[in-house]
């Protein structure tokens, strides 16, 4: 598997980076690839089917200069910036392989990492909702996937050391909510789980056996489709 550590200068760069590399598998030019990124300023991303004013605080955004984005994959709002580890994963969709579904591809990540964390963590990680993990019930890690024919994105967030005082000015409270959150403020529902950030990249890297660098990178396109979609108002605000 390539292993693509790229961090772009914005936000909307690395939410159209997840794009452009699906687009760039499904279209024969790259096999699967594990992307992971971090950026050091603060922004709002919202799940695709989401309602920008009810998941986001947006003049509280606003006044303080935090940007509200919108991703190309569903689940929840989230808050991103330091303290946050990002992946990526694109896998081959197959018919044989635990890619096959949705709810099996959900299982395969979502066990494998709970699988790699656990002893680094020496604590039990669950796997709780649809795409979290937790450790007893506190949320460290969202996740989303998008899928094309041959080709399928699974990316998500691990919380290392994120400002969660922030998330409760920056986010309400989610409008759909996992069984398990039971209407908990943010602050009583998320954990950080404090891990170096190298360690959690060395972890992830290894779980997955991902070595070989992904080049040439596409980054005209990459900058093409933020400045046409991910920049705009007409995309991130649209619901």
């Not at 190309?72 to 990002?86: F, W």
């Not at 099996?104 to 680094?120: G, K, M, Q, Y």
Request: neutral net charge; proline residues 6%.
């Amino acid at each position: 598997m390539k292993l693509c550590e790229l961090t772009l200068r914005t936000p909307e760069e690395n939410l159209a980076c997840d794009e452009v590399l699906l687009d760039l598998c499904e279209s024969g030019r790259c096999d699967e690839l594990l992307r992971l990124w971090e950026l050091p300023h603060y922004f709002v991303v919202l799940g695709y089917a989401n309602q920008a004013a009810t998941e986001a605080n947006l003049p509280f955004c606003q006044e303080n200069a935090i940007p509200v984005l919108r991703r190309c994959t569903g689940g929840g709002a989230v808050l991103q910036g330091p303290g946050v580890l990002n992946y990526s994963l694109i896998l081959r969709i197959n018919a044989s392989e635990p890619t096959h579904s949705i709810a099996a591809t959900n299982r395969f990540i979502l066990e494998r990492h709970r699988d790699t964390l656990a002893p680094l963590l020496m604590a039990p990680v669950q796997w709780q909702g649809q795409t979290d993990l937790a450790i007893g019930g506190l949320k460290f890690a969202g996740n989303a996937q998008r899928r094309f024919r041959r080709f399928l994105l699974f990316h998500g967030s691990f919380l290392l050391q994120l400002d969660l005082s922030l998330m409760e000015k920056t986010l309400h409270l989610p409008s759909r909510q996992p069984g398990y959150r039971v209407n908990r403020s943010h602050s009583d529902f998320l954990i950080n789980i404090n891990l170096p950030v190298h360690t959690l990249k060395a972890a992830l890297a290894k779980a997955w056996s991902a070595t070989a660098p992904l080049a040439p990178l596409p980054l005209d396109e990459i900058t093409r489709l933020a400045e046409q979609k991910y920049c705009l108002d007409e995309w991130n605000l649209k619901f």
